[in-house]
T-cell receptor, first 115, second 109 residues
Framework: DAGVIQSPRHEVTEMGQEVTLRCKPI?????LFWYRQTMMRGLELLIY????????DSGMPEDRFSAKMPNASFSTLKIQPSEPRDSAVYFC?????????????FGEGSRLTVL | KNEVEQSPQNLTAQEGEFITINCSYS?????LHWLQQHPGGGIVSLFM???GKKKHGRLIATINIQEKHSSLHITASHPRDSAVYIC???????????FGKGTRLHILP
């Protein structure tokens, strides 16, 4: 299996621009997570989906952030408009949700720099 | 107070030393995860455990549910073990995964 695939790996954009990050989970996994990692705050959960349905989005910083999972094999995280404080590495992870168990598999991350 | 606390925050040791990283958590959990992140790299799951002990090569993870404490041990440490090790508690209430701040390990040759 190819693992969790994220794109783009790196993105540099200017403040105010729209940013879209993409994630393809491992085939057969039915839980998908979006995390953000910064030096100051470490890893933070933004949102997670079970069976394509958003379960908890309380970690989404504000209305500028939105996430969708239109099908089991694809998810997007969108920031509009982007701000310099959004600069971070954004990770997607997936697992099999079964009775609260299931090892997490992470993508390589998308490094976002907002100028 | 963070719900997941790791210690130490930073650890430098000589090659060959026995390494212990500790994790304490305050939430009820269904599982405890140990993750590894190399500099500039992705995150890899090392262990997921809910009781007892697990071993994989030179790595050992233990958990004490009553004391809400887990440890990650590395035997015969090697410079390639240098990485950030992250403990994460999976809540048994809402399945949310709560991360510790990580322990930065540096093994000197």
């Amino acid at each position: 299996d190819a693992g969790v695939i994220q794109s783009p790996r790196h993105e540099v954009t200017e403040m105010g621009q729209e940013v879209t990050l993409r994630c393809k989970p491992i085939s057969g996994h039915n839980s998908l997570f979006w995390y953000r990692q910064t030096m100051m705050r470490g890893l933070e959960l933004l949102i997670y989906f079970n069976n394509n349905v958003p379960i908890d989005d309380s970690g989404m910083p504000e209305d500028r952030f939105s996430a969708k999972m239109p099908n089991a094999s694809f998810s997007t995280l969108k920031i509009q408009p982007s701000e310099p404080r959004d600069s971070a590495v954004y990770f997607c992870a997936s697992r099999i949700y079964l009775a609260n168990t299931g090892e997490l598999f992470f993508g390589e991350g998308s490094r976002l720099t907002v100028l | 107070k963070n719900e997941v606390e790791q210690s130490p925050q930073n650890l430098t040791a000589q090659e060959g030393e026995f390494i212990t990283i500790n994790c304490s958590y305050s939430v009820g959990i269904s599982a405890l995860h140990w993750l590894q992140q190399h500099p500039g790299g992705g995150i890899v799951s090392l262990f997921m455990l809910s009781s007892g002990k697990k071993k994989h090569g030179r790595l050992i993870a233990t958990i004490n549910i009553q004391e809400k404490h887990s440890s990650l041990h590395i035997t015969a440490s090697h410079p390639r073990d240098s990485a950030v090790y992250i403990c994460a508690a999976q809540s048994n209430r809402d399945d949310k995964i709560i991360f510790g701040k990580g322990t930065r390990l540096h093994i000197l040759p």
